[in-house]
């Protein structure tokens, strides 16, 4: 490992475990392949493969500590219920037990089992010629004709925009609390604030596109941490159709809701024009989104947020799900609070996690050593980071957008990054770093979801 962080020693990022892993297995001379197999929906699937020790030759709990790690990558990459095992038995029996309704990944499969209404399971399969890849390709089509409002709701702040046939007219942010708020009628209000804003700078509205976090199913919020306090029994009436509500007032226009994480790559295809594109927005918490071949999206979660990139088992809990070493305390502002306090740092405790980070990149830009410090070892956990995601994702460019890239500290993350990728993984040289001007780090996602409605206009 050439590059440590140096508030974070303790950090082992996961392309190396994994590689020195795959090393030992080879060095072995004992080889057995196995097969990973997450299905979806309509029966769409990912298929991964790789080599472990043969089972019962003493390293059976080495084989489950990496395996699992890339299961759960896999889930929250890809998603699924059903998770096919083959080639080894006893990996797929340790899974069955870990992610049961009362295994270690307790929450992994409650939440799977929620978004796909249907139990998750793990299967041991005895055949691997049948766990066949069927890839879904959903192609989207972009354009910002006419008057259109574009919104991202982040947990920190909301965003949204107000286009004109391609023109942004207006653009703004405010700060808000969706996270510690259990009535929907505050997001509802916030919402409304914002997107009403922005129709007054516009003759009329065409079309609304949402860019949010969580899970959306046909413009509803399935699963959003935006409504983490509001309480069960308010949820399927008040938030699931919170923006075919919102959209009801502005009468009968079209409306597309879309994961952030997927809007950001969106950006990326837009500002890039090209294909094979992994966005992430490091904000308030880690999103993440993909375009594949073809400009297509492939139905997949892209939830980078809950993926472990530090194998570390005493790295910081995610206090959601409880697992450790997981993207979000790894590239959100989370990471930057972090980080600061390893070294030292002492916040208000009345101050908000959005303005914690204000502070360290307001001391970034007077050239603060502790703020330098901070944004570079974040540069190294995203260097190592995009080298595993690139063992999921054919990646051709890389596109930042969010809160923590904004300003100075944006550009030292790519910088570091860059120079670690490039050091550690000569094969993965090819892969392009961008960083969108500073008005799309910060109102880049709103800008695409106004590009999210197909809107038809007579002629």
């Not at 959003?224 to 306090?229: C, G, M, P, T, V």
């Not at 990646?395 to 904004?406: A, M, N």
Request: aromatic content about 12%.
């Amino acid at each position: 490992m050439k590059y440590v962080p140096s508030l974070d020693k303790g950090f082992q990022p996961a392309a190396l475990m994994i590689q020195n892993f795959l090393k030992r297995v080879q060095e072995s001379g004992s080889l057995n392949e196995i097969v990973l197999c997450l299905e979806r929906a309509k029966g769409y699937n990912y298929v991964y493969k790789m080599n472990v020790f043969p089972d019962q030759t003493g390293h059976d709990e080495e084989n489950f500590e990496i395996v699992e790690r890339i299961v759960k990558s896999l889930l929250w990459m890809v998603g699924g219920y059903k998770l096919y095992v083959a080639n080894s038995p006893l990996l797929a029996k340790k899974l069955q037990e870990a992610y049961s309704s009362n295994g270690i990944r307790a929450f992994d499969f409650h939440f799977m089992s929620k978004v796909f209404e249907a139990p998750f399971e793990v299967i041991a399969c005895k055949d691997a010629t049948k766990l066949v890849e069927v890839r879904q390709a959903i192609h989207m089509e972009n354009n910002l004709n006419g008057c259109r409002i574009g919104f991202d709701a982040g947990g920190s702040d909301r965003k949204v925009s107000a286009v004109i046939d391609g023109k942004v007219v207006f653009s703004d942010e405010v700060v808000w609390f969706p996270k510690i708020k259990n009535d929907p009628q505050y997001h509802y209000d916030g919402i409304m604030d914002s997107i009403k804003t922005a129709a007054s700078y516009m003759p009329r509205v065409d079309s609304i596109g949402v860019s949010t976090a969580g899970i959306c199913v046909d413009n509803k919020i399935m699963v959003a941490s935006l409504f983490i306090k509001v309480p069960d029994e308010l949820y399927d009436n008040k938030v699931k159709n919170i923006y075919k509500d919102i959209a009801k007032e502005f009468g009968d226009i079209p409306l597309v809701v879309a994961n952030d994480g997927d809007v950001t790559a969106l950006a990326g295809a837009m500002e890039l024009k090209t294909d094979k594109i992994l966005g992430i927005a490091m904000g308030t918490s880690e999103a993440g989104g993909y375009i594949g071949d073809n400009m297509a999206l492939y139905g997949w979660l892209n939830e980078l947020a809950f993926v472990p990139v530090d194998f570390n088992q005493n790295a910081k809990i995610d206090e959601w799900s409880g697992d450790y070493g997981c993207g979000v305390k790894y590239f959100s502002q989370d990471s930057v609070i972090k980080l600061a306090e390893y070294g030292g740092f002492q916040f208000d405790p009345n101050d908000s996690p959005a303005r914690r980070l204000a502070i360290i990149q307001d001391l970034y830009a007077k050239d603060d050593p502790l703020a330098h410090e901070i944004f570079e070892n974040i540069g190294i956990y995203l260097g190592y980071t995009i080298a595993y995601y690139s063992m999921f994702y054919d990646i051709k460019h890389i596109l930042l957008l969010g809160r923590v890239v904004s300003g100075r500290g944006g550009n030292t993350i790519l910088a570091k990054a860059r120079e670690v990728l490039y050091n550690e993984f000569n094969e993965l040289a090819n892969i392009i770093m961008h960083l969108p001007d500073e008005k799309n780090r910060r109102v880049g996602q709103s800008i695409a979801a106004a590009s999210l409605p197909i809107v038809h206009f007579e002629s």
